[in-house]
């Protein structure tokens, strides 16, 4: 899911008239990166990246408010945008409070293409620190300039949820606790998150916010992401292989893509097993694997031998896709039931009340769908021969 984060400037011309104005960043991850763009006189455009370097960036999300800058992205790593280039040979000094202080051809004046689309990546308002990689470690907030950590109490998947999808990572795969990815510094910035899972950031959660003083960092919350994921698919368990990498997701070419492969992929997503392999005519854009090799021992796709990093194109344009889906495994358990004489156990209403008891105690432990074994006679129960019973026959 793509993201939009703008804010509204005013141009000032001298004594002209004033030009109302919007800079916005657009199919990023998060709020904090994406393609540069600006309103000008009602229009959209967008920046060409002659001469755009991280001066000009840092401009960008200092006045968004998204911290330091990350990276300066050129050659439009988020996309291609249309329409009109507002901006070209932008160079900033850096103090600039808005990137129309920069200096600049002047607006709409240019020489580039929508293939030269200017982007930024900021840090944004929230970041995973001392992990693996970019989707998994410590939680920590900005505020008023400051990182900060987030207390664990109350801290479940749910909270963990939101900030995997805030930083464009792929599912929860483990809300942490107790420092798991050692304690922070500085300030505790939120405590009793209380996510309901649709929020856009951490920070939109309930939560007692912004100063915690009956915490201690070695209460900090982290998390660990999933750096897989499936796209196009019915479900989150089926389609186009996707994987992340340099905090940008891309495809994997179907060329040598098989069963291991995509068994080690669905285990990893918690999806089950392969259930079965598809190739997909991928779009145009980034490629981080081809001639994935796995043994199908592996944790992870991203931990598997494979060749072509970043490789320009797939063959026959192919990327790898997977139906998962779980083994269901049937277990028959047999139960004696000691009623009173004359009770019929065998009617609806018996039956129905000791089959709720039953759900309520194994359903709510494990995934389980408990139903009764009806019998060739259509019967659920049917009285045990004693040995008096037998000894009579």
């Known amino acids: 899911?793509?993201?939009?984060?703008?804010?509204?400037?005013?141009?000032?011309?001298?004594?002209?008239?004033?030009?109302?104005?919007?800079?916005?960043?657009?199919?990023?991850?998060?709020?904090?990166?994406?393609?540069?763009?600006?309103?000008?006189?009602?229009?959209?455009?967008?920046?060409?990246?002659?001469?755009?370097?991280?001066?000009?960036?840092?401009?960008?999300?200092?006045?968004?408010?998204c911290g330091n800058v990350t990276a300066a992205k050129s050659n439009a790593y988020f996309g291609a945008g249309s329409g009109?280039?507002?901006?070209d040979d932008v160079n900033c000094t850096g103090i600039e409070s808005s990137l129309k202080n920069c200096r600049m051809s002047g607006w709409g004046v240019h020489n580039c293409v929508h293939s030269e689309d200017a982007g930024v990546i900021c840090e944004g308002f929230v970041r995973l620190v001392n992990g693996a990689n970019s989707c998994s470690g410590r939680v920590e907030a900005l505020y008023d300039g400051q990182w900060g950590t987030v207390c664990d109490n109350g801290w479940d998947l749910?909270?963990?949820?939101?900030?995997?999808?805030?930083?464009?990572?792929?599912?929860?795969?483990?809300?942490?606790?107790?420092?798991?990815?050692?304690?922070?510094?500085?300030?505790?910035?939120?405590?009793?998150?209380?996510?309901?899972?649709?929020?856009a950031s951490l920070v939109n959660c309930t939560s007692t916010k912004w100063g915690i003083q009956s915490c201690e960092h070695l209460k900090d919350a982290g998390v660990t992401c999933n750096t897989v994921k499936l796209v196009g698919g019915s479900s989150e368990c089926d389609g186009r292989v996707q994987v992340r990498y340099e905090e940008k997701w891309g495809a994997v070419c179907n060329t040598g893509w098989d069963l291991a492969d995509a068994t080690v992929l669905c285990q990893e997503l918690d999806c089950?097993?392969?259930?079965?392999?598809?190739?997909?005519?991928?779009?145009?854009?980034?490629?981080?694997?081809?001639?994935?090799?796995?043994?199908?021992?592996?944790?992870?796709?991203?931990?598997?031998?494979?060749?072509?990093?970043?490789?320009?194109?797939?063959?026959?344009?192919?990327?790898?896709?997977?139906?998962?889906?779980?083994?269901?495994?049937?277990?028959?358990?047999?139960?004696?039931?000691?009623?009173?004489?004359?009770?019929?156990?065998?009617?609806?209403?018996?039956?129905?009340?000791?089959?709720?008891?039953?759900?309520?105690?194994?359903?709510?432990?494990?995934?389980?769908?408990?139903?009764?074994?009806?019998?060739?006679?259509?019967?659920?129960?049917?009285?045990?021969?004693?040995?008096?019973?037998?000894?009579?026959?």
Not at 5 to 32: H, K, S, T, Y
Not at 51 to 64: H, P, Q, S
Not at 172 to 199: H, K, L, M, N, R
Not at 379 to 393: I, P, S, Y
């Open 1 to 65: 899911m793509f993201n939009s984060l703008w804010l509204i400037l005013m141009l000032d011309f001298g004594n002209g008239p004033q030009v109302e104005a919007f800079l916005r960043l657009v199919n990023g991850f998060g709020l904090c990166s994406g393609r540069v763009e600006v309103l000008y006189n009602g229009i959209w455009g967008t920046v060409c990246d002659d001469d755009w370097d991280l001066t000009d960036a840092a401009v960008v999300c200092r006045e968004i408010g």
């Open 272 to 393: 089950g097993d392969a259930g079965e392999l598809m190739a997909y005519l991928g779009p145009s854009g980034q490629i981080w694997m081809d001639k994935l090799a796995c043994t199908g021992n592996e944790l992870t796709v991203q931990t598997c031998p494979f060749t072509g990093r970043g490789v320009k194109s797939c063959l026959n344009g192919l990327h790898a896709g997977v139906f998962c889906h779980y083994t269901v495994r049937r277990v028959v358990v047999r139960i004696m039931v000691k009623t009173k004489i004359g009770v019929n156990v065998n009617d609806p209403d018996i039956k129905n009340n000791l089959l709720e008891k039953i759900r309520n105690v194994v359903e709510g432990n494990e995934a389980y769908s408990v139903n009764w074994r009806i019998q060739p006679d259509e019967q659920v129960f049917h009285q045990q021969r004693t040995t008096t019973d037998r000894a009579k026959e």
């Open 84 to 87: 009109k280039i507002w901006m």
């Open 158 to 199: 749910t909270d963990a949820e939101v900030v995997c999808k805030e930083l464009d990572c792929g599912s929860v795969i483990e809300a942490q606790s107790a420092a798991y990815f050692g304690p922070g510094v500085g300030p505790v910035w939120i405590d009793g998150a209380q996510c309901t899972g649709s929020e």
